[in-house]
DNA sequence: TATCAATATGACTGATACGTCATGTTATTG
DNA sequence: CAATAACATGACGTATCAGTCATATTGATA
């Protein structure tokens, strides 16, 4: 479940403990259940907090509080607020790529794919609305951390379409141009019809299916066409 | 680094001037030419200090400094550090919509059209880089500014595209979702291939021919179909 | 149950920024 | 050439935080 990534993540060396006892400043990370248990609920609060205001009207102090930690405690497990934020879009990302890809396991069909793997994205982010802003906002505080985000979705993508391009279950595509295209779409379309109206009225939204099948039929006559 | 919240909102009504002879506070329109010139010299340095440090990061006394005013100078004429910005957000806006409209002018075939269209738009964001991130963050900042400058976009497009249904040049399409749907073509060809590009290396990129045909390829199928 | 590393606390510091205001300058008008 | 309204100044008042640190608590182990 945790993923705690090998490679790229931070901490540079050193994650034993201290020749002096002192415990290694810059480790970060937590040794036992109950580290680790306090970890992931300042996380889930930073998730809620900043979803909610947003990074720079989000506090430390606000995320501590509604994890019930002290201010002190945020930095046992975090360097910095932005280093946070990032591991936060990290874990977004990964999330919406494992809902979006078990959403089309057992599919062969591009365009049933591009079908299941839209609603999977727009019920994903239905029931998470706060990824969405947070995701759009990393362009500002940690460009590198969105760019990776979306590359990681287009890659995948790109996969899928040269995959159906050599079965001809589409047209002669490029694949990038094509992928970014089609995120674009989900993209603008989740803005209008599930950011707005949650933004407005409280309730939860989702695509009206009269959008979705306009949507999927674009999109369908883009990559098959003639 | 830190950012103190404007208790924005305010200001009742009363632009004109005060009895007792000093200047009604909240007035904010320049009466001579030499107030103008001060007030579009500071609309201009917002710009850019808004585009490049992000509207958190950017402080007024860094926005005065760069016009060559005093601090003071910039509430003679904003409310606010936010007003400045919805201000921004509108005009970018404006200016946006001439380009293009001023570039389909004279040309009745759709797709033409869009081609014509989705190059002014591109067009325009590689000669002024700096709009793109103002207007993506105005969702964080100021969302009903952003609503505003999406929903007058769609509607132009909404247009043309009934128009065209109705002309027979392309298929039936449901004009809201289709308009957002090519909205987000356009914002994430952008975001790929003038943006990012743009923050890595700092010369003025453009769209690779290839992708921009990919793109109008995938949007003329999707408009026309069988 | 004594030990001690891991975990937790919260007061404090240093820095920054929005917006105000008392005062000064410009230039137009009678 | 006064008078005066518009324009301009910049120091200051008031807040807010990110991040640090000395101290306290917890709980596993021997």
Do not use: C
Request: hydrophobic fraction near 40%; glycine fraction near 8%; charge should be negative.
């Amino acid at each position: 479940m945790r993923e705690r990534d090998d490679a790229d993540g931070a901490s540079p060396v050193a994650p034993v403990s201290a020749p002096n006892g002192k415990r290694e400043p810059g480790s970060l990370i937590p040794v036992t259940a109950r580290g680790e248990a306090t970890r992931q609920r300042i996380l889930e609060s930073a998730e809620q907090v900043f979803g909610e205001m947003g990074y720079y009207e989000a506090s430390v102090s606000e995320i501590t509080r509604r994890a019930g930690v002290a201010q002190g405690t945020f930095y046992l497990y975090f360097h910095s607020k932005r280093e946070i934020f990032v591991e936060l879009i990290d874990d977004l990302g990964t999330r919406l790529r494992s809902a979006t890809s078990a959403a089309i396991a057992d599919t062969t069909d591009r365009l049933i794919i591009e079908r299941q793997g839209f609603a999977a994205f727009f019920d994903f982010l239905s029931h998470h609305p706060r990824i969405y802003k947070i995701v759009q906002e990393a362009d500002r505080v940690a460009p590198e951390a969105a760019r990776a985000y979306y590359q990681r979705i287009s890659e995948g993508y790109q996969r899928g379409l040269r995959r159906a391009r050599e079965f001809g279950t589409i047209r002669e595509v490029d694949p990038e141009a094509t992928a970014y295209a089609l995120m674009g779409v989900a993209h603008f379309v989740a803005l209008r019809w599930l950011v707005w109206p949650q933004e407005l009225g409280a309730e939860e939204h989702s695509i009206p299916p009269t959008v979705f099948d306009a949507v999927m039929d674009f999109i369908s006559h883009g990559l098959v066409g003639r």
